[in-house]
Structure formats: C-alpha cells, structure tokens
C-alpha cells in the first residue's frame, strides 16, 4: 500500500506483482509453480531434517540459492512468486485477480507432494539412541548418585 502511496501514477506499472506472461497458458503456470515449490519444499526438508544434523550447516545458503535460481530461471514465464501470500498483497494492490489462483494451486500442491515424497521415500531413518548403562535415573538413585540436596 505505502509503495503505490509514494510511487507516481505513470510509475505505478504492476508492483512486481505475479503475473503470467501471455504466452504461458494457466496449465504451464500451475506447472512451472508446482515445480518452483516442490523444489522448494523438498530442499527445506532435506536441509532441517532432525536425522541429517550436518545439513544444517548449508540451510541457509542451500535454500537461499533453490530460491534465488527458481526466481532467476522462472520469472519470465510466472514472476516466480513461490510464495501465495506474496502473490495475494501485490495482486491486492493493483486489482488484477486473472489467473490469480495460479499461484495458490502450484506452489500449494507443489509442496504437499514434495512433503509427502521426502517424507515416505527419502527421510533419513530415525537414528537409534541407547542408554549408558549405569546412567538411568533409577540407577543413579540407587547408587546415591541422584539429586545431591536430598538427604537420602
């Protein structure tokens, strides 16, 4: 809203909102938003994965760089939005709802499939912890090794 406040009416033009370009027919756009957001999805996933605690290390740059090539690589054809609510404010301001679902199916489904795949077919098994012996609480409370302020 402050951006078409402050921004001259010859200026306006569309406030970078998503729009498909002409020659892409609403089916491509749902395609081309289905992949943007599976792709985006599976790679979150991959990298906060509790069972892949070394992923963590690239998480920002790995998700950073899945964004930063959907958007260079799409955004001719879509405007890459990626994102529905991101979508929602900019179409919001300028008044221009065609095509809009576009950008809530894909990136929507997108990312419930891509769930789903990581999820049933590449999550990292659970990894198996075993107790040191000599280490339960029971244990410990046996041996007088449990809460030391107890005068027990």
């Not at 244990?139 to 027990?152: I, P």
Request: with cysteine; proline share 7%; aromatic share 8%.
């Amino acid at each position: 809203a402050m951006a078409k406040f402050f921004t001259p009416e010859d200026k306006v033009g569309d406030l970078g909102a998503t729009l498909l370009n002409p020659s892409i027919t609403p089916g491509q756009g749902v395609a081309i938003e289905f992949m943007l957001g599976f792709v985006l999805v599976f790679v979150i996933f991959g990298v906060i994965d509790p069972n892949k605690p070394d992923a963590k290390i690239v998480a920002p740059l790995a998700i950073g760089l899945t964004v930063a090539v959907g958007h260079l690589s799409c955004i001719d054809s879509t405007g890459s939005s990626m994102n529905p609510a991101r979508s929602l404010g900019s179409v919001a301001m300028i008044n221009k709802w065609d095509n809009h679902w576009v950008y809530w199916v894909g990136p929507c489904m997108g990312g419930i499939v891509a769930a789903i795949l990581y999820q049933f077919v590449l999550s990292a098994p659970p990894q198996e912890y075993s107790q040191v012996p000599g280490e339960s609480s029971t244990e410990m409370k046996r041996l007088g090794k449990g809460n030391e302020n107890s005068n027990a």
